[in-house]
């Protein structure tokens, strides 16, 4: 059986929560070299249903309607066929039985979770994790464009070759009876007609929507990562996150690695800025910014929140109402319709669904920030005209 790769739209459409039954199986599983993922995935269902047969956290016919979910995917999953490029496989099943299959090529640590509605916050943290890049690679000659995203590389258009000719020293004979000032001019030409070539495909990338780049890294000669750059339109100029420098014979893996290089440095940036801004806004001074999950919260329902910021390793229980999705770190009887409060493994996972549904955007951190880490969450709040 085929499977389909994990999308956003796939994500926008289980958070919304139609037509499902709970409790629901929200199963990922991290596709490791030389392990039987089927066994890994066996084991994983029967030890948490286990757990669960053996606690009092749901009814009799509740723990019956997770028994059959469980054979259900234990079925499924044996005759899955895995895309080459599968690190993860991600589970979504009710309990009318309805399940998604998918495959994702980004590695996610094997988890099971079993709660009201899908459990969707690995995903957003390896989406967000990887937007997708163009990379050029310029050559003397010859340019290349590549797509990465999700940590994976593909090359997406042919090599373009130019008629570039090799520079040479005045110790060598006159080419084609030309002098070595009207050589250098004529070499000169080609280079420019092989950048603006360049350029202009660089532009058509970033021009359509449906290619969904959102940054731009260069790999070229010194001297050509400079004048490339210049000669830019204006979108892709904006999008250019760095560049750098290259030998000959590059194959697509060091291309990878060197692309990954200029990321990783852009993101940690971007993080650091975010992360000083966070607590510049959360000082007396100024409330642009609020730290610590009850006040996220609270201003989450005063519909108060431009941005969430979620830190790397932040995971934090908490409680969900059942009917109305309220969300609290500590009350187990519901604010708004004073129902009972459902126990949530990981409220960072309440919150990111919350988010989407109001159009509110959502950044994970990456890396380890210790000030930030102590507080786990932060938000950034709207401006007040």
């Known amino acids: 059986m085929e499977i389909k790769l994990l999308t956003k739209k796939d994500i926008d459409e289980l958070s919304r929560g139609k037509g499902i039954n709970g409790p629901v199986f929200s199963l990922y599983l991290g596709v490791k070299a030389g392990r039987n993922f089927v066994a890994e995935a066996n084991s994983i269902i029967t030890d948490t249903v286990k757990k ?12 019956k309607k997770i028994s059959k979910i469980a054979d259900k995917i234990k079925e499924e999953i044996r005759f899955i066929k895995l895309p080459d490029e599968t690190r993860s496989i991600v589970v979504f099943c009710d309990t009318k039985r309805k399940s998604g299959i998918y495959h994702v090529p980004v590695y996610i640590p094997s988890k099971l979770v079993i709660e009201s509605d899908f459990y969707i916050h690995p995903f957003v943290k390896a989406l967000e994790k990887h937007p997708r890049y163009l990379v050029v690679f310029l050559e003397r000659d010859k340019v290349r464009f590549f797509s990465m995203r999700l940590g994976e590389i ?24 030309l002098s070595e000032t009207r050589i250098q001019g004529h070499i000169h030409d080609h280079e420019k007609r092989h950048l603006k070539r360049a350029a ?43 560049s750098y420098h290259i030998a000959t014979g590059y194959d697509l893996n060091r291309i990878k690695a060197k692309s990954a290089e200029v990321i990783d440095k852009r993101e940690k940036k971007v993080e650091e800025e975010i992360v000083n801004n966070l607590f510049g806004g959360s000082s007396k001074k100024r409330a642009a910014a609020v ?35 309220y969300i609290s770190s500590y009350l187990k009887s519901c604010a708004k319709c004073k129902s009972k409060m459902s126990e949530a493994g990981d409220i960072a996972d309440e919150i990111i669904e919350e988010a989407m549904a109001n159009k509110i955007k959502i950044k994970h951190l990456l890396y380890p920030r210790e000030e930030f880490d102590k507080f786990g969450i932060g938000a950034f709040l709207k401006s007040v005209k």
């Open 52 to 63: 669960i047969e053996a606690s009092g956290a749901y009814s009799k016919s509740e723990k």
């Open 154 to 177: 593909e090359e997406i258009s042919e090599i373009t070759r130019d008629d570039v000719p090799q520079r040479i020293n005045a110790a060598r004979a006159d080419w084609k009876g």
């Open 200 to 242: 202009e495909k660089t532009r058509d990338y970033f021009r359509y929507k449906k290619n969904r780049f959102s940054y731009l890294v260069i790999g070229a000669r010194r001297e050509f990562a400079e004048k490339f750059a210049e000669i830019l339109d204006m979108k892709p100029k904006e999008k250019l996150i760095g």
């Open 291 to 325: 730290l610590g999950i009850n006040l996220v919260l609270e201003n989450l329902y005063l519909h108060n929140v431009d941005m969430v910021a979620i830190g790397k390793d932040y995971k934090e229980a908490g409680y969900t109402c059942p009917k109305c999705h």
